[in-house]
């Protein structure tokens, strides 16, 4: 067994692990931090696949800001034991036969999966420069659409965001 397949098992038994932490801790915070921990663990398998972009990506936008996300409005919601209403039978029925399903799934999609070989041409697939050249070179259009798209989502956030100027009231003189 060479480095690459210790890294490859330890970080998969991390992320599995840290996984079952989001699920099983009845402590919302300790959740996202378990979540954290799953996301930094997946990173490292970007880096495994020589994905660095993916990489960079997955730890600022999910590690970073959805986290920090999920923290605040979990801190706003104050999350209390004593008022969450309790889940009925039939509910937690429904949730352990869709999770027996989803576990059926999976395991059927493993038992099927074959490895894949890898060839020489693809090991720089997921860099950066590679990246760039086939986003404006080949998806050049979709790339400029979907710019504007989020510019004109931006612009209308900030019109309904706004806050209506109101007349002065008269002051009765």
Not at 160 to 169: D, R, T, V
Request: proline letters at 4%; aromatic letters at 10%; glycine letters at 8%.
């Amino acid at each position: 067994m060479n480095l690459y397949d210790t890294l490859f098992w330890f970080l998969s038994a991390v992320s599995v692990g840290c996984a079952l932490g989001v699920i099983l801790s009845r402590n919302p915070v300790n959740s996202v931090l378990f979540l954290v921990l799953t996301f930094i663990s997946i990173s490292g398998h970007y880096i495994l696949m020589n994905a660095q972009f993916l990489f960079i990506v997955n730890l600022i936008v999910y590690t970073g800001a959805i986290m920090v996300l999920f923290l605040f409005v979990i801190m706003l919601m104050n999350l209390n034991a004593d008022v969450e209403p309790q889940k009925g039978q039939l509910v937690q029925l429904a949730g352990v036969v869709s999770g027996g399903v989803l576990f059926l799934v999976l395991l059927a999609a493993v038992k099927t999966a074959s490895p894949v070989p890898i060839d020489k041409a693809s090991i720089d697939i997921g860099l950066i420069t590679n990246l760039g050249k086939v986003l404006f070179k080949d998806f050049v259009l979709p790339f400029e659409i979907s710019s504007v798209l989020f510019l004109s989502a931006m612009i209308g956030a900030v019109v309904i965001g706004k806050k209506e100027e109101s007349a002065p009231l008269p002051s009765g003189e």
